[in-house]
């Protein structure tokens, strides 16, 4: 499980953190609608929505939030798995919103 994120000041569409994603990682892609919806060639890959995230560095909270026009909403049960399992991060608060 990935958690695929990035400023949005370089990254507008979700599809293109997406299209990042499989160039770093070698797997195939295909663009449905250049720059806002690509499709993953990898059957083993599902993505499971998107959001915005937002960090306050000095109250070490991290807060998800929104959506993905193209992808749908982020599971939030999913996030909260991911969030538990990484040891890296656990000093990290982190807030599930809409």
Not at 64 to 79: E, I, Q, R
Not at 80 to 98: A, K, M
Request: hydrophobic share 40%.
């Amino acid at each position: 499980m990935w958690l695929v994120f990035g400023p949005l000041s370089k990254y507008r569409y979700h599809a293109q953190l997406v299209h990042k994603c499989c160039v770093i990682n070698d797997i195939g892609y295909s663009w449905v609608k250049k720059p806002d919806l690509i499709e993953v060639l990898d059957n083993e890959i599902e993505i499971k929505g998107g959001g915005m995230i937002k960090f306050d560095k000095n109250k070490q909270i991290l807060e998800f939030g929104g959506h993905s026009t193209a992808y749908g909403k982020f599971d939030k049960v999913l996030l909260e798995e991911f969030w538990s399992n990484c040891d890296e991060v656990q000093d990290i608060r982190i807030l599930i919103g809409t």
